[in-house]
């Protein structure tokens, strides 16, 4: 199992929170009710807001910020800070037990922490995705304070000349590794008793074959700056228009990646500081060699994402091939789950076995008969 479950189901204990894991509980084994003609009986898991495309960074494998320069030259408008509140209402209104947000970098909108608060105040599992270069000493003082979930940080190389080519930023490194200590120590700072709600601070890696060597040292690198976990992505070939079946083909250098993966293996026995679970790790080299996921993907059952203009997507990589079901407000979210066009969605995904995107395939490998496709 993913190493992440576990510890924010023990912070929620912690903090007296037996009712909402006994419910996330009861949740989990939703997705083990057959469909009704794709017709979930429960809303999401995971709940996914993509606050904004905008981003600071240009990474090589991500074409986001490209996208939020064309829809502002298009006049799409976000979402304001009430739209949004909406929305993470309608996600409470289903139940849901987990929101994560993500962008393009959603530091970059003014509101996301006033928006992290909303979400916490709502009893859902709140996490953000950053890279971590806006977060000065406030504002991490604040989402430490706050008692946020979790913090994961992208952090795609050892040293600064790799992760600043990967990321497009000269001096990204040096930034990055300075606000993950920042927050680990504010962390400790604020976890200070038993009953306390702690912060996990975690750093998420896309491997990739420039960063293949660098496993083991960017493990040393997260002990270092007190990370609570180091999780990896294997890399995908996300770009608008992209057929999701295209997004994990077969790559020519995919026998330097099963070294990487036998690697990763070893340090998942050898070191508490790897996030990923042994079975996920299992599968990098079949991804890389463009075969199709061994297992059933639940996503459309068990997520919900929507972006900054209010389009919904069954799974983070529709969202990022810019593939939408839908458009709705914050207050037609709940109804819009539960729609004919989200369950036709569902109908149509049944088959697919794209990705590998983690959060989605960790999440499929907690249920029976998870070894194998149907």
Request: aromatic share 6%; with cysteine; proline share 5%.
């Amino acid at each position: 199992m993913r190493r992440q479950y576990g510890d924010l189901i023990r912070s929620r204990l912690r903090a007296g929170g037996l009712a909402r894991v006994v419910d996330a509980g009861v949740k989990v084994l939703g997705p083990l009710v057959p469909l009704r003609n794709g017709h979930a009986e429960t809303g999401p898991i995971l709940g996914t807001v993509i606050l904004s495309y905008a981003c600071n960074y240009r990474c090589g494998f991500c074409e986001l910020p490209q996208r939020s320069i064309r829809r502002r030259r298009e006049g799409w408008t976000e979402f304001d800070t009430a739209g949004w509140k909406e929305v993470l209402d309608g996600f409470a209104a289903l139940r849901t037990v987990g929101v994560g947000f993500t962008g393009g970098e959603p530091f970059l909108r003014k509101d996301c922490a006033e928006l992290l608060e909303h979400s916490l105040s709502l009893g859902m599992v709140t996490h953000v995705n950053t890279n971590s270069h806006l977060l000065d000493d406030a504002l991490v003082e604040r989402l430490v304070a706050m008692g946020l979930d979790s913090v994961n940080v992208s952090l795609d190389g050892a040293d600064a000349a790799t992760h600043d080519r990967l990321r497009g930023h000269p001096g990204s490194f040096d930034r990055v590794t300075d606000r993950i200590a920042a927050l680990a120590r504010a962390r400790d700072r604020h976890a200070t008793s038993p009953a306390s709600k702690r912060t996990r601070v975690a750093i998420t890696s896309v491997l990739t074959p420039d960063n293949a060597s660098q496993v083991e040292a960017l493990a040393d690198l997260a002990e270092r700056l007190g990370a609570d976990s180091l999780g990896f992505i294997p890399m995908h070939e996300y770009a608008a228009g992209t057929a999701l079946g295209g997004v994990a083909p077969a790559r020519p250098w995919a026998e330097t990646m099963v070294r990487a993966s036998e690697t990763l293996l070893r340090l998942k026995h050898e070191r508490a500081i790897i996030e990923n679970s042994e079975s996920y790790i299992g599968m990098f080299p079949s991804c890389f060699a463009g075969r199709p996921l061994p297992i059933r993907c639940r996503a459309p059952e068990t997520s919900l994402a929507i972006d900054c203009y209010g389009r919904v997507f069954p799974c983070v990589p529709l969202s990022e091939v810019d593939t939408p079901i839908g458009r709705v407000t914050g207050t037609g979210l709940a109804s819009f789950w539960k729609s004919e066009t989200y369950a036709a969605s569902r109908r149509s995904l049944a088959s697919c076995r794209a990705c590998y995107w983690n959060c989605h395939t960790e999440m499929n490998l907690l249920w029976p008969g998870a070894g194998k496709a149907p």
